[in-house]
């Protein structure tokens, strides 16, 4: 009894010394006001003008109208009257840690260069983004730090090593991946891939245009089948509409590039609203080398030399560089092939299926971050709306990855990550490169000391 007794004041202590910890941490939480902005919050197809926005710790309390809340006393207010302000920024298709400048292969893969990835496309406003397929080592560790608050950068999420055919698609740069000969072999790969804990699973489904052996869709089937049971998604490297439509048969979660051998047909779309299928177009990436030399405004912006090394972005600016990009015998290739891009990914949207940012981002010549929102750019150039395109951009990402309960939309209740801007991407899409601030988890990012090629801006 006495046992009993004291066991029953040993949890009452407990009990109060919690609610103690819990009155003192809701005291202590800061409580920031942020009005007069333009709010663009990706679940409405009309932004919030004039709008309020009350943080409490790293969490949105309230958003509306200015003049439908009203502030908390004792919170510190911002005005930001003339600004625009929209969620933190998702991307679903790049790969990180590889490159050193125009240098790609694994002995550059460490842990500095995986945060230093992870650092671009914060500054840009990426608050997610997806190495997608040729995770070594170091970004366990990585993972297992970032997650646990010891470690900075944009969230990042990894798809382990990547599926292809036996003698395969060989990505550039890359020693191993997964090739496995049988379908049993297929969903033992995936269980011992699964043991690193990914958060999703990529497959390249490509032949480099006949040159090469392309995995099966029995061996595909059984990869996207077992990560299933173990509740993982899947997203899908791929080139011609039929391997796509195949793809989705099989229960792929996302297509991480468009269609190029031809236009999608009705079949296509069918199959992706049945499958609740993401398209994630990556048209910034197959416009490759047709950004040379009448394109290339980007390498102007402020935040370029502090990711690119002094030496690689000289080539970039150089014009025997751009000249040999805008010869290069596969040019007019890359043309047709981005064209068909831009007319299935109109297809897509018209059709209600949901389009996400990827970019297929990594080194010099694809800036992590700065891509993203060219690919933003591109999508409005195939005929999405500026809205449209934040909306894929933020809240899309966010529900393919299942993170849509925290992240991807400003509403009450979930993190407050989101970018401030100078001018509205709403008028112009181009605007969403005019960042004034990028905060996560309720406070500000110092964007100056994310830089790792020189002091920066901002």
């Known amino acids: 009894m006495k046992k009993w007794r004291y066991t029953l004041m040993l949890a009452a202590v407990f009990f109060l010394a919690s609610c103690q910890s819990a009155q003192q941490t809701n005291t202590v939480s800061e409580i920031i006001v942020i009005e007069g902005a333009t709010v663009i919050d990706g679940v409405s197809d009309t932004p919030i003008e004039d709008a309020i926005i009350v943080i409490v710790g790293d969490t949105i309390q309230s958003i509306g109208k200015r003049g439908s809340l009203e502030p908390p006393p004792g919170a510190r207010t911002i005005n930001a009257a003339g600004k625009t302000i929209l969620p933190g920024m998702f991307h679903l298709h790049g790969h990180v840690a590889m490159s050193e400048g125009f240098d790609r292969r694994m002995e550059n893969y460490t842990r500095e260069r995986i945060q230093r990835d992870a650092n671009s496309y914060l ?10 397929g040729l995770d070594q080592e170091p970004m366990l560790g990585f993972l297992a730090d970032q997650r646990a608050g010891r470690a900075g950068g944009a969230r990042l999420y990894s798809a382990g090593l990547g599926f292809a055919a036996k003698d395969g698609w060989q990505p550039a740069g890359v020693e191993e991946i997964n090739r496995p000969t049988t379908p049993e072999e297929a969903r033992a790969l995936v269980r011992k891939e699964l043991e690193k804990h990914p958060d999703v699973l990529k497959i390249w489904v490509d032949d480099r245009l006949g040159e090469l052996p392309k995995i099966t869709p029995e061996l595909y089937g059984a990869i996207i089948d077992e990560a299933h049971k173990n509740n993982v998604k899947v997203l899908a490297h791929m080139f011609y509409l039929e391997d796509a439509k195949e793809l989705m048969r099989r229960g792929v979660d996302a297509l991480a590039h468009s269609v190029r051998d031809k236009e999608v047909d009705e079949e296509f779309l069918a199959l992706a609203k049945e499958h609740g299928v993401t398209q994630v177009a990556t048209l910034v990436g197959h416009y490759g080398n047709l950004t040379y030399p009448q394109d290339t405004s980007f390498l102007d912006d402020p935040g370029v030399p502090l990711m690119v090394p002094a030496d ?13 990009q805008a010869q290069s ?27 996400a940012i990827g970019t297929d981002s990594s080194g010099a010549s694809r800036v992590q971050g700065l891509w993203e929102h060219r690919e933003m750019e591109h999508l409005v150039k195939a005929g999405l709306t500026p809205m449209q395109a934040i909306q894929a ?13 925290k992240y991807g939309t400003l509403e009450p209740g979930k993190v407050a990550d989101f970018v401030v801007l100078n001018a509205n991407p709403l008028s112009d899409i181009t605007n969403s ?9 309720g406070k500000p990012v110092n964007r100056a000391a994310l830089g790792h090629y020189g002091s920066g801006a901002n």
């Open 312 to 324: 690689a972005l000289e080539t970039l600016r150089s014009k025997e560089y751009q000249n040999q």
């Open 393 to 405: 951009a933020t809240a899309n990402g966010a529900k393919l990855l299942g993170v849509d309960d």
């Open 329 to 355: 015998p596969t040019r007019e290739r890359s043309r047709r092939q981005y064209e068909t891009a831009l007319k299935n990914t109109a297809a897509i949207a018209a059709a209600g299926i949901p389009i």
């Open 433 to 441: 490169l005019q960042i004034d601030a990028v905060w996560m988890d």
């Open 123 to 132: 500054y840009y406003g990426i608050t997610h983004s997806i190495s997608l």
